[in-house]
């Protein structure tokens, strides 16, 4: 593949699928195509949003996390549990697990 081409969406994916395949690095990929390693991210990027509605990685929703009985008990009350968000621009915050839904809903929605 030579820099500086206009790939078709098709041409795109196909080198994504290839890449999977491969089981090389990006890094090694791109060398070995001859692209750019940014375009080839920006193509990742864009083929996972296509067909899974996200970038790699990312979570379209939380999943429930359920403590069983027998943990709670050995954690000493002086002790607090916490929830973490972890920002995609890096933010993290820490919240109680006394926090509200209706808070971490708004701390969610920022």
């Not at 994504?16 to 390693?37: A, F, R, T, V």
């Not at 002790?79 to 808070?103: F, K």
Request: charged share 20%; hydrophobic share 30%.
């Amino acid at each position: 593949m030579k820099k500086n081409q206009k790939y078709t969406q098709e041409e795109m994916y196909m080198a994504i699928e290839l890449w999977k395949e491969s089981g090389i690095s990006q890094k090694n990929y791109c060398i070995q195509n001859n692209l750019s390693l940014n375009t080839f991210k920006y193509w990742l990027n864009k083929y996972y949003k296509d067909r899974h509605g996200s970038k790699p990685g990312a979570s379209k929703s939380f999943i429930p996390v359920h403590i069983p009985q027998t943990i709670t008990t050995h954690i000493p009350e002086s002790h607090t549990m916490m929830i973490t968000i972890n920002y995609p621009n890096g933010v993290v915050v820490n919240c109680p697990s006394a926090t509200s839904i209706e808070q971490l809903r708004e701390l969610i929605k920022l």
